[in-house]
């Protein structure tokens, strides 16, 4: 029963479906991007266009800025969210009454839709109905406007962000820091160690392979972003939040490029296994598994 | 204790109590505000928003559950998700006993691949897979767009890499020995899986399929791209409420609320398992 035969055979259909699934469209995306292929133009079919879509993609100021601004947004969310959920965790390693309740709450954005999560922001934060607005037009006299200034789309698309995953940095790092041995910890207090030494030689050397863990997550995730931020602002106004995805997404479909959308998810891709294979490495070699 | 000491213990609990308070307030406060929009009337929502429950006015779920349409957005939702949870689970149970028990060629990079997988933009993917759909799956007259086949076939992509890396972790803790004793009784494959593997991991096959069943419930941006009319999810449904609808926000609160309440009853369920879940079992609790 044990012979090679019976392992592939088990494996087989997972490796069939994640075949047809993720690895038929790569392929077939990958041979798309080295045409043209546009379904509205005068010529039909594809016809071999070599290195023409990715040479155009380098000077494409609207991907180029599109993907800048992922990069920030990315940059802002995942800092505040690893800031606030290293301080909320250091908050949930010692017990006290309602614990429990607090933390479960705490769980619940992790687990909405993320088109949800947009719906009910653009609930809170559209002008001319949603409370935020409102009431800081009232009692600080602030215009908040996310229709119209960039720059106030685009901090709360961070918001956002941080309100739905800050969780996940919490529960990983508590998950970590409740794992430590305590031995250092307190020898440290006999040696007469003060919280920052503490903190500087101990607790951070010591959760960097989870905390690490946690950030490519983030980053990948964050990276990504389409769902929330469609929902929450369209991308705009104008092209403020327009990220990667939603770029991807809204460019290629309405205008049927295929060849330049093919490679431009070719670049995409490329830079997620670039990502997913550090990622891979650090949880691996660092040993980050907590039990 | 000496008395300073409580006092300073006494502190500390205030303050964590102060911060956990305003952090339940702020997480609540959007899904509060939805769950008032979705039990007021048009006439309420004119004018000053006020945070107060005013009535329960129960129209704007009686139009979205009166609604053919709609009716027929969520039953899809549910069958797509069970369908992708059942599928999932079964097929992660035979992988993960496979990758477990044998050491077979490339299992690291197997293993790599079903991450990068999960790791993808599905931005990145739906070019790709719009393209397959409608010219590549097609038999005659039929392709897999606007199927909800299709949708149960393709998050697979997403939800097979972490039910394997949880399941992993179960299946290893199983001892061989059980496996040997039962083949040494005249047991197959297919029956040391069955009465031996599935009962011993079961717990774990469950939150796979839940979190399976929770991912593709949530799921937005390949169900808007790969299906027209016929297989129409609720997220998309509720997306095209911003879009098309413009100003109904008393229906468009209260369809969010249908859609987030997956969220809520299997949060309680799953939420020790919440990080292994998103972290595909890198950090355990």
């Known amino acids: ?27 077939y995306v990958l041979y798309v991007s080295f045409f043209n292929w546009n379904v509205f133009s005068a010529q039909a079919g594809l016809s071999f266009a070599g290195l023409e879509n990715y040479r155009r993609l380098v000077f494409d100021q609207a991907f180029l800025s599109s993907l800048w601004i992922t990069i920030k947004f990315t940059f802002w969310a995942v800092l505040s969210e690893i800031v606030l959920g290293f301080l909320l965790a250091q908050l949930l390693t010692r017990d006290f009454p309602g614990k429990a309740f607090f933390r479960t709450i705490h769980a619940l954005p992790l687990m909405v839709a993320p088109i949800a999560v947009g719906a009910t922001w653009r609930l809170m934060m559209i002008p001319g109905f949603g409370p935020v607005p409102y009431y800081l037009q009232q009692w600080f006299g602030i215009e908040y406007n996310i229709g119209r200034y960039s720059g106030q789309a685009f901090w709360t ?42 903190f500087r030689y101990l607790t951070l050397p010591m959760i960097t392979p989870v905390m690490l863990t946690t950030l490519f997550i983030r980053i990948m995730d964050a990276l990504r972003i389409v769902d929330e931020v469609w929902m929450l602002t369209g991308g705009g106004p104008g092209a403020a939040t327009r990220y990667t995805g939603i770029h991807l997404w809204r460019e290629v479909f309405p205008k049927t490029d295929y060849g330049y959308g093919s490679a431009m998810s070719m670049l995409l891709l490329y830079f997620t296994i670039v990502l997913s294979w550090l990622l891979f490495v650090a949880i691996t070699s660092r040993g980050s598994r907590v039990t | 204790m000496s008395k300073e000491r409580y006092g300073r213990k006494l502190r500390g609990n205030i303050l964590v109590y102060l911060v956990w308070v305003l952090s339940t307030l702020l997480t609540l406060l959007p899904i509060y505000w939805l769950f008032l929009v979705s039990i007021r009337s048009r006439v309420q929502l004119f004018g000053t928003p006020s945070l107060m429950i005013h009535g329960v006015y129960t129209d704007n779920y009686a139009s979205f559950f009166g609604d053919a349409t709609f009716r027929r957005y969520l039953l899809n939702s ?88 949880l399941l992993k972790g179960i299946i290893d803790s199983i001892p061989i020995e059980l496996d040997e004793a039962a083949m040494a009784d005249g047991a197959d494959v297919k029956t040391v899986l069955l009465r ?90």
Request: net charge neutral; aromatic share 14%.
């Open chain 2, 78 to 165: 549910i069958i797509v998700s069970t369908s992708n949870a059942i599928l999932v689970a079964i097929l992660a149970v035979m992988a993960t006993y496979a990758l477990s028990r044998w050491r077979l060629q490339g299992e690291q990079n197997i293993f790599f691949w079903t991450i990068t997988n999960r790791m993808a933009p599905p931005a990145a993917f739906l070019l790709p897979l719009f393209l397959l759909f409608t010219r590549v799956f097609k038999f005659g007259g039929w392709d897999l767009f606007d199927t909800r086949l299709g949708l149960i076939l393709f998050y697979t992509v997403f939800n097979l890499p972490f039910a394997i890396w």
């Open chain 2, 196 to 285: 031996i593997i599935v009962p011993l991991a079961a717990p774990g096959i469950a939150i796979s399929a839940i979190f399976s069943w929770v991912f593709s419930w949530n799921e937005y941006l390949l169900a808007a791209t790969l299906t027209s009319v016929n297989a129409r999810t609720i997220t998309t449904g509720l997306a095209e409420f911003v879009t098309v609808t413009g100003t109904n926000w008393g229906e468009m609160a209260a369809v969010s609320m249908v859609a987030l309440l997956p969220a809520l009853i299997f949060l309680a369920l799953v939420q020790r398992y919440i990080v292994m879940g998103l972290t595909f079992g890198a950090v355990k609790e």
């Open chain 1, 1 to 27: 029963m044990w012979s090679a035969r019976t392992g592939w055979a088990l494996l087989a259909p997972t490796l069939i479906v994640l075949a047809v699934t993720g690895l038929a469209p790569f392929f």
């Open chain 1, 157 to 198: 698309t961070v918001l956002m962000d941080v309100w739905h995953w800050t969780p996940l940095v919490t529960l990983t790092l508590l998950a970590g820091l409740i794992s430590l041995p305590r031995e250092p910890f307190e020898s440290a207090q006999v040696d007469g160690a003060n919280a920052l030494q503490t």
